[in-house]
């Protein structure tokens, strides 16, 4: 059959990944795909990478305008990143009625509501299995594999930069930029790393699944953000000792007041599987009403395990490309007039478990001003570490852990613990999370 013909903008890490795999498994892919997926034009703005790359077996421009207006391509793939020119190209390959693949999580998050109703009016797909998890086909799971089920919660370990960071933290008990720098050093963070370590990453990846997930439109502009920058290497060691690990996750559920979306520190009892992924591995557990809970792992990042989403995606649009636009998947996993606006639940309506760390005077009954503040807020302790305080200190540490209760009221607890005469520094608050 004729070949289907792929427009790739952007020949970077996996851009070149692609390339690179659709070229090495090129039989495989045809026998899955029912005819050749070739790329035949590449847009990148430094020609020579471009060239190297791809040894002469595809047309090269620095014009990526030039590819989604070229009438021979049906497919564009979208690997350049970024909320501007990349939404531009998306929407004008829509607009000529071309098929899109991206791996774009941060251009689908904030702009996903416009171009998925574009293409829905032009009749076209995006697919984007790339753009959460890396390899791991994390929405084929939650849009298909998963569609019987009523998603209840998504948690999820989806930035390998974090996870390594934490990891090498909490094994050479090194404070947060030594381990920055090392991860910088080896290529597991940028130079700015602020979208991975300040958790925006994660933010619009989890904004995705949970869209999938319940239905809804895309959030992310009411996503609760926090990162690890702040986390201290004896918040790691105290947590140990209670039996958790800290993770940062990103975490989306269904309650009865609205949807949960929220990425930041958590504790994790040491005992789960998702507690013990290390290094730059990702992990997402899904838990369904009727399947229970699901756990996805693998490689988050990288040029092969994403060019291997990119690859599924084409495989998927090279499949269905041709049928009618009312049987296939939709993008968002329900139909597109079944989605339902739920409320995003604010921060402080949440309800969790805590870990709070207090800086305080060594001398009689500041524990029990604390822990009387907490009790008139509705709040019980779970369990709790009061260190004696080294030789000639007059100050120590006392790390209390929480049963389940509302944010605000933590809150409220906080400010009031905060403005005792013996508490000596700024209170520190991590949630917890028990899962599955």
Do not use: C
């Amino acid at each position: 059959m004729k070949p289907i013909n792929v427009g790739l903008l952007g020949i970077g890490t996996v851009g070149g990944g692609t390339f690179t795999v659709l070229t090495r498994n090129e039989a495989e892919i045809t026998r899955r795909a029912g005819r050749p997926i070739r790329i035949s034009k590449v847009a990148d703005k430094n020609l020579a990478l471009a060239k190297e790359v791809t040894a002469g077996r595809a047309e090269v421009t620095d014009d990526a305008f030039a590819v989604v207006d070229d009438p021979a391509i049906d497919i564009v793939v979208e690997l350049i990143g970024g909320y501007g020119i990349a939404k531009e190209l998306v929407l004008r390959a829509i607009a000529n009625g071309k098929h899109v693949v991206t791996a774009n999580k941060a251009l689908l998050a904030v702009h996903g509501n416009e171009i998925f109703a574009a293409a829905q009016a032009r009749g076209v797909i995006v697919a984007f299995e790339a753009a959460v998890a890396g390899g791991i086909p994390i929405i084929k799971a939650l849009r298909e594999g998963l569609s019987a089920n009523r998603i209840e919660w998504i948690a999820g370990i989806i930035n390998g930069t974090t996870n390594f960071i934490l990891s090498e933290m909490r094994d050479k008990g090194l404070p947060f930029a030594t381990v920055l720098g090392e991860a910088q050093r080896l290529g597991y963070a940028e130079a700015d790393p602020t979208f991975d370590v300040e958790g925006v990453d994660a933010a619009h990846k989890i904004t995705i699944m949970s869209a999938i997930a319940f239905g809804i439109p895309m959030h992310f502009e009411q996503a609760h953000v926090e990162g690890i920058s702040r986390l201290a290497a004896e918040d790691i060691k105290y947590a140990e000792q209670l039996g958790y690990r800290i993770k940062l996750l990103g975490i989306t559920r269904r309650t009865p007041e609205g949807v949960e979306l929220r990425v930041h520190p958590t504790l994790i009892p040491e005992k789960r599987l998702i507690a013990n992924v290390e290094g730059a591995m990702n992990a997402v557990l899904v838990k369904g009403d009727a399947v229970g809970p699901t756990l996805y792992y693998g490689k988050g990042a990288g040029a092969e395990p994403t060019a291997s989403a990119v690859i599924a995606d084409l495989v998927d649009v090279t499949r269905m490309h041709t049928a009618d636009p009312e049987h296939r998947v939709p993008h968002l996993a329900f139909q597109p007039q079944s989605l339902v606006d739920l409320p995003i639940l604010p921060l402080a309506e949440i309800s969790t478990s805590y870990y709070l760390r207090l800086r305080v005077e060594d001398k009689p009954g500041v524990l029990a001003d604390i822990t009387r503040i907490l009790a008139d807020q509705g709040i019980s302790i779970d369990a709790m570490i009061q260190r004696e305080p080294d030789e000639g200190e007059e100050q120590t540490d006392i790390i209390i852990l929480t049963h389940q209760t509302r944010e605000r009221q933590i809150d409220a607890a906080i400010a009031l613990i905060q403005s005792l005469p013996a508490v000596k520094a700024p209170l520190i608050r991590l949630r917890l999370e028990n899962l599955l």
